[in-house]
C-alpha cells in the first residue's frame, strides 16, 4: 500500500517571528502509521519483522504477575475484539452479537487459555515473548544512523507492566536486512498482555520529513522571555489577539510551532509529564538523543488537532467536535496506549549506537 500524509503549514513561520530559534532546528520523520498489512520487507509498526529463522526470539527474562495482570487477555482476544469494534463502527445496527467465525476464535481462545491456566502455573520470572513495536529499514527513515553495514532497526517490548515506572520492556536490535535468508515464520506469542494498548495494531507507514523546534521547556530562560514577548509576535504581523492563547503566547507555540505530535524519528522531547529529563549514556556519560517517539496518540484534541495531516483534517475535526465511537479514534491508529494517554520515547547514544539504550514516559 502506497499513501500519503502531510502536514499542514504551521499558521506561523516561527524562524520569521524569532530568528533566534533557528539554530535549534532539528530533523524529523513522522512516521504517519496507519492499520494495514505490511509484510517483513517493509516498515510498519506492530507488523512482522524480519527475524532470522536460526536467531532466537527474544524474551523479557524480567519477573512477570502472570497470574495477577489484572487483564487476563491474550493477543488474540485483543485483535478479535478490535475486530469487532470495527465492524461495530462501520455498522451500529449490527451490534447484536458475534459472527460465527468470531465465536469459534473465541472459544478456540479460551480453550487455550484455560489449558494454560490448568497447567502449573508459569513462576513470575518466566521468560515473556517480547511483541513487536516498529520495524524500520534506512531506505524509508535516512534519519536513522545504524551501526556498521546495519540497514535495519527493529524495536520490541515486553507487554508487562515493569517496575520502578510501570512501562513496558524495550529491546533494539540492528541488522543488515540483505543477510537475512529464512524468515522466522511462525514468531511466539505471550499467553496474555498486560493492557490491550500494549499491543500495536499492525501499521504501514508514510514517512515525511519535518523540522521541528524546542519545547518551550527546552529553552533557555532568556529565549523563553523572548517566546512570551508579545511585542515580537506582533512587529511580526502575527494576528494573535484572536487566539485563545492571548494571555500566554508560550502555550500557542508549544501547541502549534515546536515539536509535532504522534510516532515519529528524532526530533525534540515533547516534554510534558515532567521537566526536562535529559538521558545520559551508561557507557560514555554523553548526553542521548531522541531515536524513537512511541506515542498514544498522532495528535491531541482541542487546537492540537492542527497537526492532524491534510489528508485527514476532516476526519480529526469530526472526532474533536462530535467524538468517536467503537474504540475507533483517528488520532490512535495504532490503538498504543502507554502511560496516561502519553509517549514513550526511546534514546540512544550519538557516540554508538551499540551503547545500551534508555527510554523515557512523557
Known amino acids: 500500500m502506497v499513501f500519503v500524509r502531510t502536514t499542514p503549514l504551521r499558521p506561523v513561520d516561527v524562524t520569521a517571528v524569532f530568528p533566534e530559534l533557528a539554530p535549534l532546528a532539528r530533523p524529523a520523520i513522522r512516521l504517519h502509521p496507519r492499520p494495514g498489512s505490511p509484510s517483513a520487507g517493509e ?26 495482570s489484572g487483564f487476563r487477555q491474550s493477543p488474540a482476544d485483543v485483535r478479535l475484539m478490535r475486530r469487532r469494534q470495527a465492524r461495530w463502527h462501520r455498522d451500529h445496527d449490527g451490534r447484536g452479537g458475534m459472527t460465527p467465525e468470531e465465536e469459534a476464535i473465541k472459544e478456540r481462545n479460551a480453550a487455550r487459555l484455560t489449558e494454560r491456566l490448568d497447567a502449573d502455573p508459569p513462576p513470575a520470572d518466566c521468560p515473556v515473548p517480547m511483541l513487536p513495536v516498529a520495524q524500520l529499514y534506512l531506505r524509508d527513515i535516512p534519519l536513522l544512523q545504524p551501526p556498521g553495514q546495519a540497514d535495519l532497526l527493529q524495536v520490541l517490548w515486553c507487554p508487562y507492566d515493569h517496575d520502578p515506572h510501570h512501562k ?24 496474555e498482555v498486560n493492557d490491550d494498548g500494549y499491543l500495536p495494531e499492525p501499521c504501514v507507514l508514510a514517512p515525511e520529513a519535518i523540522t521541528e523546534y524546542p519545547n518551550s521547556l527546552d529553552l533557555s530562560p532568556q529565549m523563553l522571555l523572548m517566546v ?3 511585542s515580537r509576535w506582533q512587529a511580526a504581523g502575527v494576528d494573535v489577539d484572536s487566539s485563545e492563547h492571548a494571555d500566554c503566547p508560550r502555550d500557542f507555540y508549544d501547541v502549534h510551532l515546536a515539536d509535532a505530535p504522534g510516532w515519529k524519528v528524532g526530533g525534540w522531547p515533547p516534554w510534558g509529564r515532567t521537566d526536562p529529563n535529559p538521558r545520559y549514556c551508561t557507557v560514555c556519560d554523553v548526553q542521548m538523543v531522541p531515536l524513537l517517539t512511541i506515542a498514544s496518540y498522532e495528535w491531541d484534541g482541542g487546537e492540537g488537532h492542527s497537526w492532524a495531516p491534510h489528508e485527514e483534517q476532516a ?16 488520532s490512535q491508529p495504532t490503538k498504543v496506549q502507554v502511560g496516561s494517554t502519553d509517549n514513550m520515547q526511546i534514546y540512544v547514544c550519538p557516540a554508538s549506537p551499540e551503547h545500551p539504550h534508555t527510554d523515557l514516559i512523557q
Open 228 to 230: 512570551e514577548d508579545w
Open 168 to 191: 513496558p520492556s524495550t529491546a533494539l536490535f540492528w541488522r543488515s536486512a540483505a543477510e537475512v535468508v529464512d524468515i522466522l515464520a511462525t514468531p511466539p506469542e505471550p499467553y
Open 43 to 68: 516498515s510498519s509498526v506492530g507488523g512482522p519483522l524480519l527475524w532470522p529463522a536460526e536467531e532466537p526470539w527474544p524474551h523479557c527474562e524480567a519477573s512477570h504477575l502472570h497470574v495477577d
Open 315 to 330: 476526519a480529526a475535526y469530526a472526532a474533536n467536535t462530535t467524538g468517536h465511537c467503537c474504540g475507533q479514534d483517528p
